[in-house]
Nanobody
Framework: QVQLVESGGGLVQPGGSLRLSCAASGRIFSNTAVGWYRQAPGKQRELVAQIFAGGTTIYADSVKGRFTISRDNAENTVYLQMNSLKSEDTAVYFC????????WGQGTQVTVSS
């Protein structure tokens, strides 16, 4: 059974940084596109960053230039470095494959507030 475990969230002030991690068991990240998604209260889940097997990355306009997605194939882990955080980045963050998604993990809460 494939499992996803996200971690690294927390409370941070505007302008601060966080690094999220997502570890997978039962399926490897390296051979297809993987993404970080987020869901804010009252809003639909959205894809904010994705990394393809060859290393190409794509970002939503709302996070471009501030977030960086990366992957450690040896550890089967995907990361999201988030800098210059804004209050509108507050959400629960999830990882999953972009194609052929599996059951969502529990996510990790990111709260940006002073």
């Amino acid at each position: 059974q494939v499992q996803l475990v996200e971690s690294g969230g927390g409370l941070v002030q505007p302008g601060g940084s966080l690094r999220l991690s997502c570890a997978a068991s039962g399926r490897i990240f390296s051979n297809t596109a993987v993404g970080w998604y987020r869901q804010a209260p009252g809003k639909q889940r959205e894809l904010v960053a994705q990394i393809f097997a060859g290393g190409t990355t794509i970002y939503a306009d709302s996070v471009k230039g501030r977030f960086t997605i990366s992957r450690d194939n040896a550890e089967n882990t995907v990361y999201l470095q988030m800098n210059s955080l804004k209050s509108e980045d507050t959400a629960v963050y999830f990882c999953n494959w972009v194609y052929g998604r599996v059951t969502w993990g529990q996510g990790t809460q990111v709260t940006v507030s002073s």
